[in-house]
């Protein structure tokens, strides 16, 4: 059987696919995984061991399905949903098992605030796809794998943090699920050990301003390691702070006990940090200012904030989010 998963970005939903990837690849008897996606995101999947072969979404959408076609895939396993998905199912021809995207229930919870949305994980409903051919979680969570070929050096980080650390990540997506700079130094003020903030060169700035406030326990790795790196860094991390991105969920895939930061998106979206069943402790803290009428105000994030208040990172709860990272790291 010969099956093509699709998905084109971000990070952090390319992750939520890896257990329905990993359940296929072992369930499935002589399976041969296929992942189309875009080539900014090679990097998420290109040393997942479970997928056999690579593609690349082209610019010219029917260069892509030409190449796709003399593959004679038996399914396409389409987790994305958009319409470019929709012409490559149309294209190839074969039979097609596509994912809940729950577009409306997203709508109207963002924009209403109605929730319809069933209580199922976005991870849980890849592996719904799945069901006709017979693919059941294995409970394992999510997965993410860094090239053998890339390591982090022993003199990486600064020796003052190579005892343990706590890995802040400031980035985000967009400016509505970012805290603020003045409550990210809040914040690494009430944290007890060192910190490292992890985010890409776009957060180096903001890295920069946020270490200012305490230069020796406070390590700025934003924008100095590629994503891999970043991902060792967060591997090789007591704990984590994160803001609902990407970096969420490779800590996830770690098992790392992580604390949530939840700004214009928020947990009733059914994404948030996502574990093995077999983790029987306490594995993550989800931060989110409570009751606010407005929030989720979108699935992704907004530039800013649309009713200008930015209540929902203005009014977190600093002591309660270090609180929290300070007891997951001694739990280590």
Known sequence: MRLLFIRFSSIGDIVFTTPAIRAAKQQLPGVEIHFLTKPSMKAVTEANPYIDHFHYLEKDLSATI????????????DLHKNFRTLKIKRALGVPALTYKKLSWQKFLLTNLHWNFMPTRHISDRCLDTLEPL??????????????????????????????????????????????????????????????????????????????????????NACGKFSLHESALIVQQSKTVIS?????????????????????????ALQVEPYYPTTDDTEMYFNAIVPNLPCQPCSNYGT????????????QQNISAIAIKANVFYEAV
């Open 66 to 77: 030409t190449a796709l076609k003399s593959l004679e895939f038996d399914y396409v396993i």
């Open 243 to 267: 803001h609902d991105t990407g970096f969420l969920y490779i800590a996830c895939a770690y098992h790392k006990k992580t604390v949530a930061i939840w700004g214009a998106t928020s947990p």
């Open 134 to 219: 017979g693919v059941v979680n294995d409970g394992n969570g999510l997965d993410y794998f860094v090239p053998s070929s890339i390591q982090l050096s022993a003199t990486a980080l600064p020796t003052s943090h190579r005892s343990g650390y706590i890995a802040l990540v400031i980035g985000a997506s967009f400016a509505s699920k970012k805290l603020p700079v003045a409550q990210l130094q809040a914040l690494c003020k009430q944290l007890k050990y060192p910190i490292v903030l992890v985010g890409g060169k776009e957060d180096a700035l903001e890295g920069e301003q946020v270490a200012s406030a305490d230069a020796v326990k406070i390590f």
């Open 303 to 314: 530039k800013k904030c649309p009713q200008g208040h930015f209540a929902c990172m203005r």
